[in-house]
């Protein structure tokens, strides 16, 4: 019997009246709102605009909670769409269920279509957000200490995770692998600062030292767990998917290092000066008009005084 351990909540939900304020929602919306407020100051430390990182997540968070959501229910369909099952449920997205790889590579897209009504750089716009977001992933997985889910496996350690009967799970005390996630991406987060302070980590670098270092995490995170998964040559689809991305992260460093070395100069063009660039654009289209319009501009001549000076030409012959 343990003499310590880590209580699980009687219920996910609390009632304010009529509205049910759910846990794992609370955590995920905590989670958005820090990443992007730590995401604003390292954007502004970098020599961009207050307000920008808040106006590209507008786009990348639906994005970002689609991809995660559509990676949960395609890896683990059986949830959803086999015997038993109500399909409907793949759309109750506050009962749990986001895959943070599928939540990144969606929610990419979301930001590259921001980066670019902006004319900024995804890649540092990126390197800004990424120790925000690891903090937001450590929020983020205390939603599911709300849900009882993800656990590890049985153990009798101080700091094990009770568990009580519910549906698929059985009672009983298990390794708490979402503080374990929770504490290691934190960890990856003060790493990311460090190292981009240290080195100067630019060009996408600090996003991809964020990825691969989570992603060594997640691999041994995932072995422990017990809940349902589907396998691939007897390991978890999640720890090859972390060993492949890890990979790439790493590849991503390597090269771009070699290609792209330093750190942008710019992230973000100045307002004024992008006006100032159109004000004289414009100023230069304005004056080639004139320049076709007026023969003034041309040849320094007047027309009319040349067609007055016809006649008196005819009478002098």
């Not at 995920?28 to 954007?43: D, L, M």
């Not at 970098?46 to 229910?73: E, M, N, Q, S």
Request: aromatic fraction near 12%.
């Amino acid at each position: 019997m343990n003499l310590a351990s880590i209580p699980s909540p009687s219920t996910g939900v609390i009632e304010l009246g009529p509205i049910p304020l759910r846990g794992y929602a609370f955590c995920i919306i905590i989670g958005v709102f820090v990443a992007v407020w730590i995401g604003n100051k390292r954007w502004v430390a970098r020599g961009g605009k207050a307000g920008t990182v808040a106006d590209i997540a507008v786009w990348a968070v639906p994005f970002g909670l689609v991809g995660g959501r559509l990676y949960h229910v395609i890896t683990d369909y059986q949830l959803y769409f086999s015997d038993g099952q109500n399909w409907v449920d793949a759309f109750k997205i506050w009962e749990g269920g986001l895959g943070i790889w599928g939540a990144i590579a969606l929610g990419a897209v979301g930001a590259w279509i921001g980066c670019r009504r902006r004319g900024i750089p995804l890649p540092a716009w990126a390197d800004a957000l990424a120790p925000g977001i690891a903090i937001a992933q450590a929020i983020g997985r205390w939603g599911n200490w709300f849900n009882q889910e993800l656990y590890g496996k049985p153990t009798d350690l101080p700091w094990a995770l009770e568990i009580s009967e519910g549906p698929n799970r059985v009672a009983g005390t298990y390794h708490p692998t979402f503080l374990y996630e929770s504490l290691w991406c934190i960890g990856v987060a003060l790493l990311v600062i460090w190292a981009d302070r240290r080195f100067k980590l630019g060009h996408g670098r600090a996003f991809a030292l964020y990825v691969a270092a989570y992603c060594a995490g997640r691999g041994w995170i995932e072995y422990m767990r017990v809940d349902e998964a589907h396998h691939v040559l007897g390991l978890r689809l999640n720890v090859w998917t972390a060993i492949i991305v890890f990979a790439l992260a790493v590849a991503y460093i390597v090269i771009s290092a070699k290609l792209r070395p330093g750190r942008e100069e710019i992230v973000e063009p100045e307002k004024d000066d992008a006006e100032a660039a159109k004000d004289a654009e414009k100023k230069d289209d304005a004056e080639a008009a004139d320049a076709d319009g007026d023969p003034l501009k041309k040849d320094g001549s007047d027309p009319l005084k040349k067609k007055d000076a016809a006649p008196e030409a005819a009478d002098k012959s």
